[in-house]
């Protein structure tokens, strides 16, 4: 597995890199946004560790970029603590945030969690896969049973549900949702899912207006309960 690690501190990218070279993985730095771009565009990575705050190019407009061409996994790395900056940098497509000081043996892990769960994402999906909610979700006929009853689904709305589905209790911006359906050049207002979202759980939930199925996570996006009945 080959991580681009970029960051300007050069003590961070020597501990970093020594943690994760360790652990197996091959690592390359760069000290800035445009070289990482160029770095990135040239060479095949699998998995991208941004400083967000980097000269010249930060590390936000570099997820943005780079979300325009791949879907790599980023983990961010960042002094700032407030929400708005962990809400911002999810909601541009990184898929995880560490916020500094930490510890290098922590990151290490949580570029393994990272990389198991999006590797499970690109995984083939099972044919049919039923969920403790009383769900069932059936990829071959493309077909939605909730309690054995049949629940009518446009194919938008079934691919909202199947990727949220597909890894129960993990949040999806809006962003990463609308990729999911829409692709990379999508243009519009990601707040188009919040209407997707509301007609599946009129279709799914027992309460529409106090959702178990699908859940809100405030700020950032949905999830999907897997044991909670609709």
């Known amino acids: ?17 020594a943690y994760l070279q360790q652990d197996g993985f091959q690592v390359s730095t760069a000290i800035n946004g445009l070289i990482a771009l160029t770095m990135f565009k040239e060479n095949p990575f699998d998995l991208l560790i941004l400083d967000l705050m980097l000269p010249g190019m930060s590390g936000t407009e570099i997820c943005i970029e780079i979300r325009k061409i791949s879907s790599v996994p980023i983990i961010m790395l960042t002094a700032k603590v407030e929400e708005e900056d962990r809400i911002r940098g999810l909601s541009i497509g990184a898929d995880d945030y560490i916020t500094k000081p930490f510890s290098p043996r922590e990151v290490v892990a949580r570029v393994r969690a990272v990389l198991r769960r999006t590797n499970n994402e690109t995984a083939p999906l099972a044919d049919v896969v039923s ?23 446009t194919p938008t709305e079934f691919k909202i549900l199947g990727a949220l589905a597909k890894n129960p209790g993990r949040v999806y911006s809006r962003g990463q949702l609308v990729e999911i359906v829409q692709g990379h050049d999508f243009n519009g207002d990601d707040r188009v899912i919040d209407a997707h979202i509301k007609k599946i759980r009129q279709k799914i939930e027992s309460i529409p207006s106090d959702p178990k199925i699908i859940l809100t996570v405030f700020g950032i996006g949905y999830k999907f309960n897997p044991s909670a009945g609709g």
Not at 1 to 17: C, F, H, N, P, S
Not at 142 to 149: K, T
């Open 1 to 17: 597995m080959r991580i681009l690690l970029v960051d300007d501190e050069k003590k961070i990218t020597t501990v970093l890199k």
């Open 131 to 153: 969920y403790d909610n009383g769900l069932t979700i059936d990829n071959i006929q493309h077909v939605i049973r909730l309690h054995d009853q049949e629940v009518s689904l």
